[in-house]
């Protein structure tokens, strides 16, 4: 209903705008992290992590839900209907933590 009431065209423009700014404020504030997604990419980022799988658990520990990829890679997905903008940057925040401290 939800997916329905907001529209296709309003979800694939706010779900390419989430993943961009993802992007962004990766590219920004995370050098030590690379973007391995192909810009035609659809909701979905694969990151190489530096101490992946530790990022990994550290991160899922905080009850962000995405994916590891052996042997160095980290898949996250904004989605239009479930995440806000401030999310994706508490994200790109607590990535850094994880790999920063």
């Given amino acids: 209903e939800l997916y329905e009431e907001a529209g296709k065209?309003?979800?694939?423009?706010k779900g390419n705008k989430l993943t961009?700014?993802?992007a962004f404020l990766i590219q920004e504030n995370l050098p030590e992290v690379s973007i391995v997604t192909p810009d035609d990419r659809g909701w979905q980022l694969s990151l190489v992590v530096p101490g992946?799988?530790?990022?990994?658990n550290s991160i899922t520990e905080k009850d962000v839900i995405c994916d590891w990829r052996a042997p160095d890679v980290i898949r996250i997905a904004p989605h239009p209907l479930y995440n806000t903008y401030s999310e994706v940057y508490q994200f790109?925040?607590?990535l850094n933590h994880s790999i920063n401290g």
């Fill in 52 to 56: 992946c799988k530790s990022v990994f």
């Fill in 20 to 22: 961009g700014f993802l």
């Fill in 92 to 94: 790109v925040e607590l």
């Fill in 9 to 13: 065209q309003s979800n694939w423009e």
